[in-house]
């Protein structure tokens, strides 16, 4: 596994650095980064989880996860785009569901791009899954990141065992429409093989 470190900012620079490798992943604005530092010191005062990879001066990736009720709601979940597929978006993951579990969650959540097959990809090797689909999420006409609809794949991990599996059909992962009534039919999505997700119930 990669060695990185991993922190937990609570100071300025590092919740900058959280705020910037966010931000220039998904190309968004220095504005917008601004915006995001206030946020990230809400979080911090709220007593959220941070997580930032590397260092404020050379931050790697950062993850941000929020408490819920019932369950955990992950916001966002980057790697700097010249360290991707290197093992540190596991590390980030595995700490957040050690923190999780720590704090008595049984339950992780989060939304992805159904065009963003290397996230989901990510997500299923660490053993998560593709539960739900989510219509038009952001209620905007284009998604600037993917640039099509902002359509969303609803993940989840979860400390606990699942049920065993009955059922399992081979869906390409650009059939979104198959994808999209298989998912709000209850069926899920374990792992991606090539171009097939393999989709269970
Ligand atoms: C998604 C993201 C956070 C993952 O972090 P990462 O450090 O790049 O990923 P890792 O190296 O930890 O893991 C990648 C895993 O996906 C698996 N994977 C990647 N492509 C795959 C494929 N085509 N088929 C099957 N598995 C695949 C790898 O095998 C690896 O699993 P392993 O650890 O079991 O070998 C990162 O790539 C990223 O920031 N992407 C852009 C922004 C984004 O999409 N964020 C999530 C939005 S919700």
């Keep these: 596994m990669v060695d990185v470190q991993i922190s937990r900012p609570s100071t300025q620079p590092g919740l900058s650095a959280v705020a910037q490798v966010l931000d220039d992943v998904f190309g968004m604005v220095a504005p917008a980064t601004m915006f995001r530092v206030g946020f990230m010191n809400d979080l911090v005062r709220s007593d959220q989880l941070i997580l930032l990879a590397g260092s404020a001066e050379e931050p790697l990736g950062a ?4 408490r819920g009720r019932n369950h955990i709601e992950m916001p966002d979940m980057v790697v700097a785009a010249e360290h991707q597929g290197g093992g540190i978006g596991r590390r980030l993951f595995e700490a957040m569901t050690r923190w999780a579990v720590d704090e008595g969650f049984r ?3 989060w939304s992805v791009s159904p065009s963003n097959v290397n996230g989901v ?3 299923l090797a660490y053993g998560a899954r593709i539960v739900g689909w989510i219509d038009n999420a952001y209620g905007v006409a284009s998604d600037p990141f993917y640039t099509g609809t902002t359509d969303r794949f609803r993940g989840e991990w979860r400390a606990d065992e699942r049920p ?3 059922e399992t059909k081979l869906v390409h992962h650009e059939d979104h429409a198959q994808l999209r009534s298989l998912l709000l039919s209850g ?3 374990t792992r991606r093989q090539g171009d097939l997700y393999a989709v269970v119930r």
Excluded at 63 to 66: C, D, K, P, Q, Y
């Design 63 to 66: 993850l941000v996860a929020l």
């Design 107 to 109: 339950e992780i959540r």
């Design 121 to 123: 990809a990510a997500y």
């Design 164 to 166: 065993p599996i009955v």
């Design 187 to 189: 069926w899920q999505i």
